[in-house]
């Protein structure tokens, strides 16, 4: 069998192998998966079975249905003051990603990319033949500006933004929101913004890019802060033009989000978000003061993972990584995303008697 030259460009995910090693441990600590630990609200529970039963299961439009597509308009609206021209429903925010890119990026375009960056950035550039430039935001996970402009070229097509960020958990400020806005208007380069974990801010309120600019698509979903991360629905807002774009390429490839999802997820304003961001802030506490006296770490703004330096006694974060599974703990190594071994990734999605466990093996390990 002949594979394509394209995947060579692709790693298997690590934390995919990650998971690979823990299956072989008994009831192990686990800290490594990016997906909630509570329950799918019921009322959305309930209006899914609802849209089944009312034989809600056929195709949808490619773009979603309408009463959704006017839902997420009008979040954005409400909240950011972001008129966007035009809205897609999306199987999740990887697959709009993957549309905006394929949409956007000629062979030989640049993607600029914070590092660290999503496990996924990269190699969705990779595979449609740009190429991704990192700007690099370490020790604080602050951007620069002399970096980020240091990096554009004449090939420079979009800058990436993810905030609240995985793996770092860093919310970008007013302030490096507004000068990366400014840079890509004079630059005259777009801006795709991942705001997946936009709900989950706990101790400021969260300031969208699209506050800033037009200049922007923006991608964000539901499968974080309801717990339906296997029901593949996020949402794409920005120009009509590449919105437009987009759509044609889903219909020749995802065809449409879940359609029973889609119904259900009419239901969203009656989830009681205020109650689960209570909790999360809660295990943020916990998993930081566990940590801060054995780890140099920088105390995440949102999101639910945080991105501790490896102790001092270990040469690479992989090395630390494979100790701690030794433990019975999973963890991610830093250079899954990033293009550094420095760090490790903890999500702290878990319940709290399993973050105390892990936080006792890891200070023992440091």
């Known amino acids: 069998m002949f594979?394509?030259?394209?995947?060579?460009?692709?790693?298997?995910?690590?934390?995919?192998?990650?998971?690979?090693?823990?299956?072989?441990?008994?009831?192990?600590?686990?800290?490594?998966?990016?997906?909630?630990?509570?329950?799918?609200?019921?009322?959305?529970?309930?209006?899914?079975?609802?849209?089944?039963?009312?034989?809600?299961?056929?195709?949808?439009?490619?773009?979603?249905?309408?009463?959704l597509r006017s839902m997420v308009k009008n979040i954005y609206e409400d909240k950011y003051n972001f008129k966007a021209e035009k809205a897609l429903?999306?199987?999740?925010?990887?697959?709009?990603?993957?549309?905006?890119?394929?949409?956007?990026?000629?062979?030989?375009?640049?993607?600029?990319?914070?590092?660290?960056?999503?496990?996924?950035?990269?190699?969705?550039?990779?595979?449609?033949?740009?190429?991704?430039?990192?700007?690099?935001?370490?020790?604080?996970?602050?951007?620069?500006?002399?970096?980020?402009?240091?990096?554009?070229?004449?090939?420079?097509?979009?800058?990436?933004?993810?905030?609240?960020?995985?793996?770092?958990?860093?919310?970008l400020s007013e302030n490096e929101l507004k000068m990366i806005a400014d840079i890509a208007e004079k630059k005259n380069i777009f801006i795709i913004s991942d705001e997946i974990y936009d709900n989950f801010s706990y101790d400021a309120s969260y300031h969208s890019i699209s506050e800033y600019t037009n200049n922007v698509l923006i991608l964000n979903g539901f499968s974080k802060s309801v717990a339906i991360t296997g029901w593949r629905v996020g949402y794409a807002l920005g120009p009509d033009i590449l919105i437009n774009e987009m759509i044609k390429l889903q219909q020749y490839s995802f065809v449409c989000a879940p359609s029973m999802a889609q119904y259900a997820l009419l239901e969203y304003n009656k989830v009681d978000t205020d109650t689960i961001l209570k909790e999360y802030r809660e295990k943020r506490d916990i998993i930081y003061n566990g940590l801060k006296d054995?780890?140099?770490?920088?105390?995440?703004?949102?999101?639910?993972?945080?991105?501790?330096?490896?102790?001092?006694?270990?040469?690479s974060a992989t090395e630390f990584v494979e100790k701690a599974i030794e433990n019975n703990v999973l963890i991610i190594p830093g250079n899954v995303f990033s293009e550094k071994d420095t760090n490790f990734r903890i999500s702290f999605a878990a319940t709290n008697e399993t973050l105390q466990k892990g936080i006792e093996i890891l200070n023992r390990l440091a």
Do not use: C, W
Not at 28 to 48: C, E, H, R, W
């Open 3 to 67: 594979i394509a030259d394209r995947m060579s460009k692709i790693d298997s995910s690590g934390i995919r192998k990650v998971f690979d090693l823990g299956a072989k441990l008994k009831n192990p600590v686990n800290l490594s998966i990016g997906q909630p630990d509570f329950t799918v609200p019921d009322v959305i529970k309930q209006a899914s079975i609802r849209a089944i039963e009312e034989d809600k299961n056929r195709y949808t439009l490619t773009q979603g249905i309408p009463e």
């Open 89 to 171: 429903i999306t199987s999740g925010v990887s697959g709009g990603l993957i549309l905006a890119l394929m949409a956007l990026i000629n062979k030989g375009d640049e993607v600029l990319i914070p590092d660290p960056y999503f496990v996924m950035y990269k190699h969705l550039v990779n595979l449609i033949e740009g190429v991704p430039v990192f700007y690099n935001t370490y020790p604080d996970f602050q951007i620069s500006e002399k970096e980020l402009v240091s990096k554009i070229t004449d090939k420079t097509k979009v800058i990436l933004v993810n905030s609240p960020n995985n793996p770092t958990g860093k919310i």
């Open 294 to 315: 054995k780890f140099d770490l920088i105390k995440p703004d949102g999101a639910f993972y945080i991105f501790p330096k490896i102790p001092g006694n270990y040469n």
